[in-house]
């Protein structure tokens, strides 16, 4: 079992630029494929991007591919998502996740509480 903490998320102008982190703790990190989602107001929790547990094999969502970049240090227990030419509609609540990997929410057993992201235009 793993716990995860997210941080980075804040109110960022149209075009502007964050990074997110995921810190894993109390479980073995680095075994876990790990994933970043975002929810909306009122809307499904979508899937944004996720990597293997080595990093070695990405997958971005169409909405995000070329702006936003997931990579992991497992070292440091940690998550990231490099967010640029942020938009409007990139506000949501941003989670991260660990299990088996993949696009879909079903394919992760753990979640973060979610950091919210808020991007004015």
């Known amino acids: 079992q793993v716990q995860l903490v997210e941080s980075g998320g804040r109110l960022v102008q149209a075009g502007g630029s964050l990074r997110l982190s995921c810190v894993g703790s109390?479980?073995?990190?680095?075994?876990?494929?790990m994933g970043w989602f975002r929810q909306a107001p009122g809307k499904e929790r979508d899937f944004v991007a996720a990597?293997?547990?080595?990093?070695?094999?990405?997958m971005h969502a169409d909405s995000v591919r070329g702006r936003f970049t997931i990579s992991r240090d497992n070292a440091k227990n940690t998550l990231y998502l490099q967010m640029n030419s942020l938009k409007p509609e990139d506000t949501a609540v941003y989670y991260c996740?660990?299990?088996?990997?993949?696009?879909?929410?079903?394919?992760?057993?753990?979640w973060g509480q979610g950091t919210q992201v808020t991007v004015s235009s």
């Open positions: 109390g479980g073995t990190f680095s075994t876990y494929a």
């Open positions: 990597l293997s547990w080595n990093g070695g094999n990405t």
């Open positions: 996740a660990a299990g088996r990997g993949g696009d879909s929410k079903y394919g992760y057993d753990y």
